[in-house]
């Protein structure tokens, strides 16, 4: 069996005879090694709604012996930031990201349809509109387009608005090229012709997975686990929505955030937790402008106080 993590990049129907899965989120590799794959295609995975894929669940599996091979979309990325710890790359958009001629995740990024719906992609991703441009615009045309593609959020840059910022007199040779299909299907050739990798002795020490596990059984036997797991969805669910409506932490609230988090976080869950923890507190800040007579600190305090067991509020 070869598994393959495929949503928008590609249509279902180009991945014969690999067991698709959906894009890869958090822990899916990991629960991808059960199925015992001779190997493993990545290439969609999910950035903003739920935490990524982990970098140290990629290496369990290059360990356990399972090829990794990554492009297109978050596969490029991850290949691109493993490929000296054996992941393999293929593709464009990995080389570009390996290179360093994008560095931004958002290169990728684009909204699309549910699992209903074939994960239809929505909008386009600005790697598609670099490439369609540098092969049918002119150099300086092709930089202009770039940029005023760059300043689109990626939830808006649909088909209609790239196509509008084509220069009138190079309408009639430009066309869209989908580079992630491209490095899709390249994606998927690679991973078939995949021969198995050396199975390395695990470390003394205990994986992440391991150590969370531990951390999860401690809480729960102190009553604790609960609580822990509805601050953490309060977290998720706050940092989401910021996302959503296009807000971002400064370079200064995220530094606070890893003050915060300083020896508490693994080094692959840094940057993710410490730009939760910024979002929540962006929209705690400024809970009274989030929505219309949005609540304010004083209200907030007294609705929590009327909830808590055992308020009979004051006594005469």
Not at 120 to 132: F, G, I, K
Not at 180 to 188: F, G, S, W, Y
Request: charged share 30%.
């Amino acid at each position: 069996m070869i598994v393959a993590f495929l949503g928008p990049s590609l249509p279902a129907r180009e991945a014969k005879g690999f067991h698709l899965l959906p894009p890869a989120r958090q822990g899916d590799v990991w629960r991808a090694l059960g199925l015992r794959p001779r190997a493993i295609a990545l290439i969609d995975g999910v950035f903003e709604a739920q935490p990524s894929v982990w970098h140290r669940e990629i290496l369990d599996a290059l360990d356990a012996g399972v090829p990794v091979v990554g492009g297109a979309s978050m596969g490029a990325l991850r290949a691109a930031e493993l490929r000296t710890l054996g992941m393999t790359g293929v593709g464009r958009i990995f080389r570009w990201y390996r290179d360093g001629t994008v560095i931004d995740d958002a290169e990728v990024a684009l909204l699309h349809a549910d699992a209903e719906h074939g994960y239809r992609a929505l909008t386009v991703p600005l790697v598609n509109v670099r490439w369609s441009a540098q092969r049918c615009l002119p150099p300086r045309a092709a930089k202009r387009m770039i940029e005023a593609s760059s300043r689109l959020f990626y939830q808006e840059r649909t088909e209609g608005a790239v196509l509008d910022l084509v220069p009138a007199r190079f309408r009639g040779r430009f066309r869209l090229i989908d580079l992630k299909a491209e490095d899709a299907r390249q994606v998927l050739r690679a991973t078939r012709a995949a021969r198995p990798r050396p199975v390395r002795p695990r470390e003394p020490a205990p994986s992440s997975l391991v150590r969370r596990r531990r951390l999860l059984a401690t809480a729960q036997a102190d009553g604790a686990g609960e609580k822990m797991a509805r601050a953490g969805l309060r977290r998720a669910l706050l940092a989401g929505w910021a996302r959503e409506l296009g807000l971002r932490p400064a370079a200064r609230e995220l530094e606070r955030a890893r003050a915060q988090l300083a020896g508490n976080a693994a080094p692959d869950d840094l940057e993710r937790l410490a730009e939760e923890i910024a979002l929540e507190e962006l929209v705690l800040a400024h809970a009274p402008r989030m929505l219309n007579d949005g609540p304010s600190p004083e209200e907030a305090l007294a609705a929590e106080l009327r909830t808590r067991v055992g308020h009979r509020g004051p006594r005469s």
